[in-house]
């Protein structure tokens, strides 16, 4: 069966630090991978998805960036954090080509002092 | 550009009473159309898709290429499906980008 595990599950970084979250899938292969951010009144906004290693759309312009540095690993990184980056964090996987459901991350939750 | 519509932040019923939570979409092509849901402290999960054309949980959607709608419907609301609705959207032309609403936090009252 497949698993997705997003790490860590709470942090709280100063503003100007750098940031990394990692999400993993296990147990399929060339998954589409998902980053959103998910805020009260704005739903879940998609930061960026990947079809594929070193393949990475970016949804909308931001401080933040994306990299699939492997099949089933995805990281969303900061060079220095804003306070407007705080938030709720979410990774998601899907099957490629079938279009099939998403399955969810446990969500990170950011908050930047 | 791909975008899905939930005007509705919050519906608030009692039980037993009907509910409908309106979904309404913009696509070029033919979409796909996914309802989500997510229960307090739980993962977001998926509730239904328009291609299963089933009831989950006596909960079902229709999909309305005419009026762009994938409006969620129950004849009878339990105080359990309190929780959020979020639509989603993905498709071909899109390139597998899925897209989710603003969400519907759905509230039943006993």
């Known amino acids: 069966s497949q698993t997705i595990h997003q790490w860590p599950a709470t942090l709280v970084q100063p503003v100007g630090s750098p940031l990394s979250l990692e999400c993993t899938v296990e147990g399929t292969s060339n998954p589409n991978l998902y980053w959103y951010r998910q805020a009260a009144g704005r739903g879940l906004q998609l930061l960026f998805y990947s079809v594929g290693i070193g393949q990475i759309s970016s949804e909308v312009p931001q401080n933040l960036s994306a990299s699939r540095p492997q099949d089933r690993q995805f990281i969303l990184s900061s060079k220095k954090l804003l306070l407007s980056d705080s938030g709720f964090y979410l990774c998601?996987?899907?099957?490629?080509?079938?279009?099939?459901?998403?399955?969810f991350g446990q969500g990170t939750r950011l908050t930047v002092v | 550009a791909q975008r899905v519509t939930q005007p509705e932040k919050l519906l608030s019923v009692f039980k037993g009473a009907p509910v409908e939570l309106k979904c309404n979409y913009s696509?070029?092509?033919?979409?796909?159309l996914f309802w989500y849901v997510q229960y307090s402290r739980q993962r977001l999960q998926l509730l239904l898709r328009?291609?299963s054309r089933e009831s989950i949980k006596g909960f079902t959607a229709d999909l309305n290429k005419g009026e762009t709608s994938f409006h969620l419907k129950k004849p009878f609301a339990q105080e359990e499906d309190s929780a959020m609705y979020y639509c989603a959207l993905t498709g071909k032309s899109s390139g597998d980008k899925l897209t989710f609403g603003t969400g519907t936090r759905l509230a039943v009252r006993p």
């Open positions: 328009h291609i």
């Open positions: 696509y070029s092509g033919s979409p796909e």
């Open positions: 998601a996987w899907s099957f490629g080509d079938k279009r099939t459901e998403a399955f």
